[in-house]
């Protein structure tokens, strides 16, 4: 995994100062960055991932020495469970069993194997998708289901700032359609769509459109990302559809509710990509581009 972070960003992105993290390489042989060749260090996203972990343990109440080795414990034990299809089966079952440490130790092995990208897509959605489809059949409660998606929720999150913020890629804003809560795709997009280097404000779940006019006006995007998973949702898209066409260049629907029908997307004047993220934003870039060009 390629080292790209200075010491500075690392201790933007994740709030660790400078001298804690020497101090942790100098006692717990953690992190270990790579040397640029004027000998500064570079850190990388599992360093930031590792870093961030180090972290939360520690706030958590357990001590910087056994939280470091629960840490590399996890990288060291990384090929007991290589695929990504191990790894969800492994995290479903921590989370339905209310296990926060063991899912906390899954997440960073998976993170120590796989590309980011490949732990959303091929991780985080089926295991939430598998979460939804026990508690439909009832075979998990509903607060349970709500740990799991508030504890996978938080991580994401967590994701997203680590991801950081371009100053000079072109603004994006992500947000769900009114009365929509379901905002993970959503905030998994827009973790994907910063770390291609795009300026992404993720707004959450249930956005009225005239509130999004306004910071539409405000940020001036060059494409907003509008997802909606409830029929009541479209309906009031619907109903908001001169505003809808104010918004951007670029107005783009997604969510489930157009993977079911995705000629909507035109009916409201925006484009709908597709419902497997990395082609989304590929298919995004496509856009952005044509629109460059044609102006």
């Not at 990509?273 to 990395?278: G, H, T």
Request: charged share 25%; hydrophobic share 45%.
């Amino acid at each position: 995994m390629a080292a790209k972070y200075t010491v500075n960003e690392v201790e933007e992105r994740t709030q660790v100062p400078s001298s804690t993290l020497r101090q942790w390489e100098r006692r717990y042989g953690f992190p270990m960055p790579a040397r640029s060749e004027s000998g500064y260090r570079l850190y990388s996203d599992l360093d930031l991932e590792q870093i961030s972990s180090m972290k939360r343990y520690i706030e958590d109440g357990v001590p910087a020495s056994r939280a470091a080795a629960l840490v590399k414990n996890a990288q060291r034990n990384s090929s007991v469970q290589t695929s990504c299809e191990d790894l969800a089966a492994a995290l479903v079952e921590a989370l339905v069993d209310l296990d926060e440490a063991k899912a906390d130790s899954l997440l960073s092995e998976a993170y120590a194997l796989h590309p980011i990208e490949k732990v959303l897509v091929e991780i985080i959605r089926p295991v939430m998708f598998e979460l939804g489809e026990r508690w439909h059949n009832a075979e998990i409660n509903t607060t349970t289901e709500h740990f799991a998606s508030s504890y996978i929720q938080g991580k994401m999150r967590g994701l997203f700032s680590l991801g950081g913020s371009s100053q000079f890629g072109p603004v994006v804003i992500v947000a769900c359609a009114p009365k929509d809560q379901h905002e993970l795709g959503a905030l998994m997009l827009a973790i994907l769509l910063r770390r291609k280097g795009y300026r992404v404000y993720f707004v959450g779940a249930n956005t009225p459109i005239e509130d999004l006019k306004l910071m539409a006006n405000e940020v001036d995007p060059r494409v907003v990302m509008i997802s909606a998973s409830l029929a009541d949702s479209v309906t009031m898209l619907f109903e908001a559809s001169e505003i809808l066409a104010q918004l951007a260049p670029i107005v783009i629907f997604g969510g489930a509710a157009f993977d079911e029908q995705p000629g909507l997307a035109k009916e409201l004047g925006g484009e709908y990509l597709s419902a497997d993220l990395l082609k989304a934003v590929g298919l995004l870039a496509d856009l952005v581009n044509e629109k460059e060009a044609g102006a």
